[in-house]
C-alpha cells in the first residue's frame, strides 16, 4: 500500500538532548523533537546546536521528526 | 464568523506545511529559462504524491492549477507555456492545496538568476510588510489593525499597497469571513478572536496601487506596468499574538 509521504522542511538545531534526539526550529518558528536517521547515526554525522538541517516529519504527528540532512 | 476547534487548527497547520513544502521546492528551481507552465508541473507533481488536491483549479472558474504571477502581474496570473522567465524576473507563486478537507494557502515570490537593488528591495519590504502587520494580531485586535500596519511600512518604503486584493479567512473554504484589507485605519474592521485563521497577504506595487485585469479575466497587472511582489502565509490568532502556520 502507499504511504502518504511525509513533509520534508529546513530547520535549525536549538538544543541537543538526549538519544540523538534533537530540538529543531522550523523556519516557520514552530519547535519539534526530531531524532537523527540511521543513515546519519550510522556515518557518524555530528550536529550541533546552530546547524541547518532537513528535517521529514509525518502528517500525522507534527510534533515530532527524522533528520535526515544536514547543510 | 468561523472559530476554528482544535482538531480543525491542526489539519490546517498540515495543509500549510504541505504547501511551504511545495514553495521550498520551486524556489530551488527556478532558474532563467523555465516557463511558467513548468513551475505549476513541478507543484503539480509534488501534489499528487502528496496525495493534495490544488485548490485553485476550477475555483470560480479558475483554469489553472496554482497562480503564477510574472513582473508586472500583480497576482492570478495562469501559468502559461509561453511565458518564459528571465535573469533579472520576479516571480510570485500563489500555492492552494486541499488536505482532508482543509486548505492551505501561501505564497511567497522569488527571484530569477541576479536582480536589481530595487527589486530586492521591493521583496523584502513585503516580506517585512506581512511580519509587521502579524504582530498586530492578538484577541481583540481589529483587521485595520492590521492593514493599517502594513500600508503604514510599505509606505513608509516608497512604494504602494494594492486595494483591489486583500487577505480572508481560511479553514473548511478556500475564502470564508473576514476580510483583511492590506490597508485602512486603526481600529477599523472586524474584531479578532482566538482561534481564527486569517490569510494575510501583502501585494506591494513599485509604483501606482491601481491595478487592470487583463482580457483573460484573471491576471491582474500594475496600470504603470511596475513590478509586484506578493507574501501570503496563514495565522492563527492567540490570545497573546498570531502563530505563523508555513
Given amino acids: 500500500m502507499n504511504k502518504e509521504e511525509k513533509v520534508k522542511l529546513k530547520g535549525k538545531i536549538v538544543k541537543a538532548l538526549p538519544g540523538t534526539t534533537f530540538e529543531v526550529e522550523l523556519e516557520n518558528g514552530h519547535k519539534i523533537y526530531a531524532h537523527l536517521a540511521g543513515k546519519m547515526r550510522m556515518h557518524y554525522i555530528k550536529i550541533i546546536p546552530g546547524d541547518e538541517v532537513l528535517v521529514e516529519i509525518s502528517p500525522y504527528d507534527l510534533t515530532r521528526g ?5 547543510y | 464568523m468561523v472559530i476554528k476547534t482544535l482538531a480543525e487548527l491542526d489539519g490546517i497547520r498540515r495543509a500549510c506545511l504541505i504547501v511551504r513544502e511545495i514553495l ?12 511558467t507552465y513548468d513551475i505549476e508541473e513541478i507543484s503539480v507533481k509534488i501534489m499528487e504524491r502528496k496525495k493534495v488536491i490544488p485548490a485553485f483549479k ?11 504571477s510574472v513582473n508586472e502581474e500583480v497576482v492570478h496570473g495562469i501559468p502559461r507555456k509561453d511565458k518564459v522567465l528571465k535573469e533579472g524576473d520576479i516571480v510570485s507563486v500563489d500555492i492552494g492545496v486541499i488536505y482532508n478537507g482543509f486548505y492551505g494557502d501561501c505564497a511567497d515570490t522569488f527571484p530569477v538568476g541576479r536582480i536589481s537593488k530595487e527589486h530586492k528591495k521591493l521583496i523584502e ?33 516608497g512604494f504602494s499597497v494594492v486595494r483591489a486584493f486583500a487577505g480572508h479567512g481560511i479553514g473548511r473554504k478556500l475564502h470564508e469571513y473576514p476580510e483583511v484589507a492590506n490597508f485602512g485605519e486603526k481600529g477599523e474592521g472586524e474584531i479578532l478572536k482566538e482561534g481564527m485563521v486569517l490569510c494575510v497577504e501583502p501585494m506591494v506595487n513599485e509604483g501606482t496601487y491601481e491595478v487592470k485585469i487583463l482580457e483573460d479575466g484573471w491576471t491582474a497587472i500594475t496600470i504603470d506596468g511596475k513590478f509586484s511582489a506578493h507574501y501570503e502565509n496563514e495565522v492563527i490568532v492567540r490570545k497573546e499574538k498570531g502563530e505563523v502556520l508555513s
Fill in chain 1, 66 to 70: 527524522r533528520i535526515i540532512r544536514r
Fill in chain 2, 24 to 35: 521550498e521546492r520551486i524556489r530551488e528551481s527556478i532558474r532563467p529559462g523555465i516557463s
Fill in chain 2, 58 to 68: 476550477g475555483y470560480a472558474g479558475y483554469p489553472g492549477n496554482i497562480c503564477v
Fill in chain 2, 125 to 157: 519590504v513585503t516580506k517585512k510588510a506581512f511580519n509587521i502587520g502579524i504582530e498586530q494580531i492578538k484577541e481583540g485586535a481589529t483587521t485595520g489593525d492590521i492593514g493599517s500596519a502594513i500600508q503604514k511600512f510599505v509606505e513608509e518604503n
